[in-house]
């Protein structure tokens, strides 16, 4: 489904005769509906603005978000820390039983939390209602309640959604388990999501954009090679997450095929992901990941968590530590926020060293509650830190010396 803009639109919604479900409408005339082929689509208008930066998110995601004892790691499969994909049976077990596992935290009295996730989705979402960038999503939602919570939430922080479509099924889910250090454990179920595949995109849901942000997936490779393909005739950069540890471990060679097309402009990796990225050689550090990146892309950044992060343009590398002292709470979101802040400085034409910076305090930020959306008080909390390393920040958003 093609869903609108969210700036100045009113959101209705119509009951099909068909089902119970409530389908989200445009209320305005700049729209057509159309019912047809099976698949719900509203048509918009050519004169929508495109985003600055496109997200590809295939499969929109609810993140349901939980701080747990440590008994309840014990009791599931995988390395703790990491993210490996499971069958919805696992998942509706492990949400069912967090409840007898909750810890409650004295710094956020919210101990459960339940949003649109995904990275691409944290992404964009600080792009626009963080940074005033705007920003969207080409993907797709099920005709489900999670559905509905992503739209509504994507939505309301004003990110675009015209290149989001419905389809029936399911909306994908993912568990994030957050321990007592603050580390996350995530447990996502996309195996039977609604996704936007490869035949589903065109041109016009990239022209006139200027970044495509991607996350590797091994599941998802078809759109990706496809998204890059259309994003490099519209003229577009192109970002790329390298997602998680296990998948740079265990699919490491369709990832090498990606990065050595030279279609990469930007590549960000962890500590961990770029460990993964030279298992096997004598020198696996994060400052030969980052020569290694660099060599097949413009922009090559490794983040190094409360140590800051190292980057690579042309023939200048920078380091630059963590900004602002600050306790995890839960790193959901935290490289995801990272290369929001990142990509901000770039389209704002700032130096590498400063974009680093702003990467720093947009990460830092989400860190400190629960799930990967910023709250208010820790945008404040951010805006703050750009303002003290004299960062540009909106107007609205200034701190008085």
Not at 241 to 270: H, Q, T, Y
Not at 355 to 383: A, D, H, Y
Request: charged letters at 25%.
């Amino acid at each position: 489904m093609r869903v609108w803009p969210a700036k100045g639109v009113e959101v209705g919604y119509r009951l099909e005769k068909m089902g119970a479900e409530a389908e989200p409408f445009p209320s305005s005339n700049n729209y057509s509906y159309d019912n047809r082929d099976g698949e719900v689509k509203v048509n918009v208008e050519a004169d929508a603005d495109a985003p600055l930066i496109l997200g590809l998110q295939p499969a929109a995601l609810v993140d349901h978000v939980a701080r747990v004892d440590w008994s309840f790691l014990h009791k599931i499969p995988g390395d703790r820390g990491g993210s490996i994909p499971v069958a919805i049976e696992e998942l509706e077990l492990m949400v069912s039983e967090l409840r007898t596992h909750i810890l409650a935290s004295p710094d956020d009295p919210f101990s459960t939390k339940t949003m649109a996730g995904g990275s691409i989705a944290n992404t964009m979402r600080e792009l626009s209602a963080g940074f005033g960038i705007s920003s969207g999503i080409i993907g797709a939602y099920g005709d489900d309640e999670q559905g509905q919570l992503f739209v509504r939430n994507m939505t309301s922080n004003g990110v675009n959604l015209s290149r989001l479509r419905m389809k029936k099924g399911r909306t994908g889910q993912c568990v994030c388990l957050i321990d007592e250090l603050g580390t996350r454990t995530m447990r996502p179920c996309l195996s039977n999501a609604v996704k936007v595949q490869a035949d589903d995109l065109t041109r016009e849901d990239f022209k006139g954009s200027k970044w495509l942000s991607l996350r590797y997936a091994v599941f998802n490779l078809e759109v990706i090679w496809e998204a890059i393909k259309i994003a490099k005739q519209e003229g577009l950069y192109v970002s790329l997450d390298l997602a998680s540890f296990e998948m740079v471990r265990n699919f490491k060679l369709p990832l090498l095929e990606l990065l050595e097309s030279g279609n990469i402009d930007l590549c960000f990796a962890n500590e961990d992901e770029a460990k993964e990225l030279l298992r096997g050689k004598e020198n696996a550090d994060p400052e030969i990941a980052l020569e290694f990146l660099a060599k097949h892309c413009q922009w090559a950044v490794v983040t190094l968590g409360p140590n800051g992060c190292i980057a690579k343009h042309g023939k200048e590398v920078v380091r630059v530590p963590a900004i602002g002292e600050t306790k995890a709470i839960d790193a959901t979101g935290a490289g995801d926020l990272f290369a929001s802040g990142f990509l901000y400085g770039l389209v704002k034409g700032l130096s590498l060293e400063e974009c680093c910076k702003v990467g720093s305090c947009s990460g830092g930020s989400v860190i400190r509650s629960l799930g990967g959306e910023t709250t208010p008080e820790n945008w404040q909390w951010m805006f703050k830190q750009m303002h003290i390393n004299s960062l540009p920040v909106l107007d609205r958003h200034k701190q008085s010396p």
